[in-house]
């Protein structure tokens, strides 16, 4: 295959398919929870099972002031590089203009050096996640190859990407379709794996909240 | 495979509902939990991180309940629930951790990781992996009605004490009373001056009370150990009693976990709702404070703080009253740092008081206590559970530090005002 035949590829029914499969995914795994359904609480109530399950949502983003200092590589990292994904993926001009194609709807870029930048620093703060992984006892523990694996997925478009825009190695189309292609590995496992938690952290944390709540404890 | 063990695959697999579910889809092994745990912190045993002790639930959600997972079952690549995991996951679930529920405050994707530990017990404890102690425990409470072995003859013997000493009378069996007090083993053991302040306080308060001479014990072995048809049983004797005498009010004593068990589990266990109340014995003073029939009229000049037990606090709703109640006669009191529904477990909740194997791990996760009280240096501690007061106190002599400990109750009896 030649390397505009593979960038059509992935571009065109590539791109379709591995959509398909995240949407597909998503709904399985929302309905897969959803339908064990939960019993409701007997005891009677002393706060809000609703409203305090919505707080948490919000405020389960900020940690204590004791959670931070005893968990600040964690919380620091994650944030940068969770931050650095909105960016790249969502303000970046280029990705902007594909979803334009996709949906219709458009909205200012941030300039490219500025993207270009956060890409750097999200790419250093998964490092940084990973190095720390294998340094801390705790999280050697609960390491397992999905892990790993849900770190790969993660940093590949963003490394895939960098070397793209920079030309660095191939040519420009065989570039561009490994950076799709990595993106189109992250569509098709994130509803499947531990990336999961980008859609049911809602659910847990709303979960967390209104059994908090119920019994009176903003949690 | 064995009966017992399918049967506790059994009950795992009904413990999984669709917050469970959220739960365990959530979990990106961030490792922040186990900052959140003192029997983490204090012994820094990886295998302590709270979500790892739920690893047998996950087996079981993982290869039941999800799309991937069904598929490794059919192809045997499944993680399994087998005799091995759960005897070596006995001493994580039932020695190392109080269910104090710290950990479900701080998981940063929302999982409230003590309840699935609470789940945990369910499948362990039917497949036969549970402590002798609460096994023993828990079939005392069965059968004699009390996990201490406190039959009914103990408590009225106590009662006669106390009327022989104040000249009192304390009503058993009234029907028509409006609360029924419960009581654990340990109070009527160990601290029957709960009783006398009780029977101070509503005297002067105006309150009619009673003791169910067929339902006195406050405790459910069953709700530590984790057999729900148990514990079931044991509210039900709580419920039928309140019925029979028509209370209008049940009281939770100073015990954490009973009140988790008679307030918030109960219900749902025998499977519907209550005709009368259950409120903590610090709720129910609260609002007799707030309806201005406790006053007092001498102050404590001793620096006190406060222990706030953990399932009446972070997972009771029970923060504020304390507080309130504090102010009636504390004139120096200071907050522990995290005080409130963060506050730091002592180490013997959950049933670990009962398991004579994890008495050294109680008392080395002591030292977070330990280190709160230094930063603080109280003249005396404050709390409100009897369970938390043995192990504090044991604590305290452990570590040699001279802070006396004290129940809210019995000290705000003391300062009540002679009117
Ligand atoms: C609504 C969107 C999302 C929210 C609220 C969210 C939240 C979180 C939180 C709270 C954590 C745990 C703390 C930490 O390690 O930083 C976490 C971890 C993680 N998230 Fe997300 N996330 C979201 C979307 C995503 C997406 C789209 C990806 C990947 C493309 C992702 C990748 C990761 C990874 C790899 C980790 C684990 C880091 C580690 O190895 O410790 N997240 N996320
Ligand atoms: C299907 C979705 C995506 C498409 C079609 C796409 C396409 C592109 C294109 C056309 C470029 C410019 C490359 C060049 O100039 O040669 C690019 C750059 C980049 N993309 Fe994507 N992308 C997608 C998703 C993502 C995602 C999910 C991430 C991150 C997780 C990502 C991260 C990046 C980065 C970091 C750059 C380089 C930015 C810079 O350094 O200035 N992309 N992408």
Redesign the interface.
Known sequence: MSEIALLEWVRGPGFQIATIILVVGVIIRIFEILMLGRKSNLAEAKGSEFASGMRTIVTRSVPTAESFKRSSLTIVAGYVFHFGLFVTIFLYAPHILLIKGVTGLAWPALPTPVVDIVAVVSIIALLVVLVHRFNNKVLRYLTTSGDLFAWFVTIAPLVTGYIAFHRIGMSGPALLAVHILSVELLMVVLPFTKLAHAFTIFMARWYNGAISGYRGVQS | MSASLEKGINALKEQ????????F????????C???CLF??ET?N??S?P??KTEPLRRIWKSE????GRLGKIFGLSKKVDEELLAEWETMVYDNCTMCGRC?????????IA?MIRKTREGMAVAGYAPEGLIGAMNRAIKIGSPMGVKLPALLAQIKHIEADTGKTIPVDVVGAEYMLLLSSMEIMNFPKFIEAISKIFDKAGATWTISTEAFEATNTGIQIGVNDLAAELVQRTVDAAEKLKVKTVISPECGHAYMAI??????LI????SF??RHILEVLDSMRAEGRIKTDSKESQKLTYHAPCQV???????DEPRRLLDLFADNFVEM??AG??NWCCGAGGGVSSNERADEVRLEVFKRKKAQLEEVKPDALVSACANCRIHLEDGLEEYGMDIPVISLTETLAEHLADD
């Not at chain 2, 999984?16 to 739960?23: K, L, P, Q, R």
């Not at chain 2, 499977?271 to 209550?274: D, M």
Request: proline letters at 6%; aromatic letters at 6%.
């Open positions: 999984v509902d669709s917050s469970v579910a959220a739960f889809s959530s979990c990106v092994h961030c490792g922040m186990a900052d959140a983490q912190t820094g990886p295998a991180t979500i790892a309940y999800t799309l991937l479900s405050m701080v998981c940063p994707v929302g999982n409230d309840l307030r918030w589990e109960g219900p749902n499977g519907k709702p209550y109340q259950v606090a972070r997972r009771g709703g029970v923060i740092l995290d529904k963060m």
